[in-house]
């Protein structure tokens, strides 16, 4: 009975710490050696969604800010307000 217990403790540790190992090789993945910080990407992040409602492919422009725009959190709402603010401007 202790045995099994024990086991399954184990297992279950296992997984945990298998899923934070995919969460650091998966954020590794996502690092490029030539990522902007989000001081670059505030300061593009305008220009990005103005092509992006212009209907234009600013993401073949600026793949730097796209990439920092998929990565941080804090840029992506900041984009996303923008994007609003924009569209309904534009209506
Ligand atoms: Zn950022």
Known sequence: MRKIRLVVVQDAGMRIHKE???????KIALTRADEIGCETCFAEVDRFVDMLVAGEDP???????????KVCGNCHEEFLALLEALKSAAT
């Open 59 to 69: 993401e073949k422009v600026m793949p730097l800010v796209e990439h920092h725009l």
């Open 20 to 26: 934070t190992l995919e969460k650091i090789i998966t």
